[in-house]
């Protein structure tokens, strides 16, 4: 599943290519995929004017002139590929990305008044297209719960300290982790931002301090946004907003670094199993909490 710097670097690419655009026709398969009452899609979508392209969390936002949105989630196979004066491809990199359209993983194919088209590929069927009125999104069960973005100006200290308090009795890695505590933090830069902090990804929130906690806000944050600027992870399933992969794995610090010297002391990478996930640690600059030695 993408993390929150691979969705924003697909929200920057559609946002310079299709806002301004309107949409003519809308061809598309199963139900599953694209979950809409063709009723609305006729007189919502059909003929509206895409106004602006955002992101929350992990889910991408085409808002339309009719007051409708178009909502997105890539899922794990998921990719969008747009196909115009220029070829713009983002998502799952297989040979879609570059292959003629529409293919036997095309679910949505959307196309605008000057002939260009957006497909929504997705081969495991995991991903959708949902089509809502603006005021309805944040009604969405997914918008309902999701917290804070972590990019936003108003993430503070004091938003997270409350937000993670909440957690209290978890481990700090299974926290973080949670999309209701912090948006769209997946594993990658969990395991970047406790190492940034010198946190073992296993301590309990209880134990970790307010001054460690504030810490690790800023790394998490500085960590997204230098993903973001780099293009994203390397992380298989997820490209650039040109179809590249991007770069910021080459400036991991810790993350799949198991069995490689620690950039900071020197001591052995090492990888185990915390809040169910693989998870990378330096021994000697994260100690592990009392139980765990």
């Not at 460690?212 to 944050?221: A, D, H, Y």
Request: proline content about 5%; some cysteine.
């Amino acid at each position: 599943m993408p993390e929150l710097p691979e969705v924003e670097t697909v929200k920057r690419g559609l946002e310079r290519l299709i806002v301004g655009k309107t949409i003519v026709v809308i061809d598309h398969g199963s139900d599953k995929s694209f979950p809409n009452d063709h009723t609305q899609v006729d007189a919502f979508m059909i003929n509206a004017t895409i106004t602006k392209v955002t992101r929350r969390a992990k889910v991408l936002l085409i808002e339309l002139s009719t007051e409708y949105t178009i909502m997105i989630h890539l899922k794990m196979t998921g990719q969008l590929v747009f196909v115009g004066s220029e070829r713009f491809g983002a998502g799952h990199p297989n040979d879609s990305l570059v292959d003629n359209l529409p293919d036997k993983s095309t679910r949505v194919t959307i196309v605008f008044n000057d002939d260009s088209k957006l497909f929504f590929n997705d081969q495991r069927r995991f991903g959708w297209v949902k089509l809502l009125p603006n005021h309805m999104v944040k009604e969405e069960p997914f918008m309902q719960k999701v917290g804070p973005e972590p990019l936003h100006p108003e993430f503070s200290d004091e938003v997270f300290l409350s937000r993670i308090a909440r957690r209290k009795g978890t481990t700090i890695k299974a926290a973080i982790l949670d999309q209701t505590v912090l948006a769209g933090i997946g594993n990658i830069y969990a395991d970047e931002g406790l190492w940034m902090s010198k946190i073992h990804p296993a301590t309990r929130v209880k134990d970790v301090s307010n001054k460690k906690l504030k810490e690790l806000r800023q790394n998490l944050v500085d960590v997204l946004q230098l993903s973001i600027d780099k293009g994203g992870s390397t992380n298989k399933n997820y490209v650039d907003a040109e179809g590249n992969k991007g770069s910021y794995m080459e400036f991991a610090k810790v993350f799949r670094r198991e069995g490689k010297p620690c950039n900071r002391c020197g001591a052995t990478i090492e990888k185990s199993r915390v809040a169910g996930r693989g998870t990378h640690t330096c021994p000697d600059c994260q100690s592990p909490p009392k139980k765990l030695l």
